[in-house]
């Protein structure tokens, strides 16, 4: 693989090794905090007195680049800010959303007010996040050549994103490259590009495995195996930062624990969606 570059905020000695981080009492307050953050890299932001509103009216449907947070703490008036984010949203033409803070329970407790003001709250299960700490357990095939994207390469679009119903990502991968925040490895296979996996490095100590996919024709056939391998072995030679995902699917998982991840805790997710 070609050597990475130093376009990103994870390089060695930048924070303490995995092992101390592992115990220390604020690591999960940083990974939430990270997840909240996220899409200021990738999306438009604004800071309001009760949090903060992502929007990209390039690619409007994408709830995770347009979404709101409230953070309950600052949070004097809900009927009010839950009107200027309505408005916020409608006047450019998106759909009005806002994320649960990872405090659990609030949306819940404070139905009645989302209900008057026309939106929905739906609960997902718990969001799982999963902590890199064991070995590498995967074997490398060498049966892909793995570059990092420096600059974008439309074969991404072309051979993963398009085909698999995901042209709306293509904008925010662009992004990605772009950004000294992510780096952003490729297989290819017989020139054709195969699999995709992006790791962020955020403003809190912590890097998260923000994406991984493979072309739908191809999977099942160990080609992301090797790329989260490669990856991860990426993370800890270049990076003392600890490196968490969660996982979307039960293959997903599967993979990340032979990588070398397991289960680091759990967190009510709730999203607040706009009808009336």
Same mark, same amino acid.
């Given at each position: 693989? $070609?050597?990475? *570059?130093?376009?990103?905020?994870?390089?060695?000695?930048? *924070?303490?090794?995995?092992?101390e981080d592992r115990v220390h009492p604020d690591l999960m307050d940083r990974i939430l905090r990270t997840e909240m953050d996220?899409?200021?890299?990738?999306? /438009?932001?604004?800071?309001?007195?009760?949090? =903060?509103?992502?929007?990209?009216?390039?690619?409007?449907? /994408?709830?995770?680049?347009n979404h709101a947070i409230i953070f309950?703490?600052?949070? $004097?008036?809900?009927?009010?800010? =839950?009107?200027?984010?309505?408005?916020?949203?409608l006047e450019r033409g998106i759909q009005p959303r806002v994320r649960q803070p990872f405090t659990k329970g609030y949306f819940m407790d404070h139905a009645t007010e989302f209900r008057i003001k026309g939106y929905d709250i739906q609960l997902f299960a718990p969001t799982r996040f999963m902590l890199l700490e064991n070995p590498n357990r995967i074997q490398p095939?060498?049966?892909?050549?793995?570059?990092?994207?420096?600059?974008w390469d439309p074969r991404v679009a072309e051979d993963i994103l398009i085909p698999d119903g995901n042209g709306q990502a293509?904008?925010?991968?662009?992004? /990605?490259?772009?950004?000294?925040?992510?780096?952003?490895?490729?297989?290819?296979?017989?020139?054709?590009a195969v699999s995709m996996v992006t790791i962020y490095y955020g403003d809190h100590g912590v890097a998260r495995l923000a994406s991984a996919e493979t072309a739908a024709e191809l999977r099942g056939q160990g080609y992301a195996r090797e790329l989260i391998s490669t990856i991860v072995d990426m993370h800890r030679r270049e990076s003392s930062l600890p490196l968490y995902l969660w996982p979307q699917n039960i293959t997903a998982e599967k993979i990340f624990r032979e990588a070398g991840f397991t289960d680091f805790f759990q967190e009510e997710l709730a999203i607040a969606t706009y009808h009336s």
């Open positions: 693989m $070609e050597k990475m *570059t130093e376009r990103h905020a994870g390089s060695a000695g930048a *924070t303490p090794a995995l092992e996220y899409p200021k890299y990738i999306s /438009n932001f604004e800071e309001k007195p009760f949090g =903060l509103i992502y929007h990209d009216q390039s690619d409007p449907d /994408n709830p995770y680049l309950p703490d600052q949070v $004097e008036d809900l009927p009010g800010a =839950l009107d200027a984010i309505t408005q916020f949203y095939t060498g049966k892909l050549e793995i570059r990092e994207l420096t600059e293509v904008e925010e991968i662009k992004r /990605n490259i772009m950004g000294r925040r992510y780096r952003v490895l490729v297989g290819y296979l017989q020139g054709k």
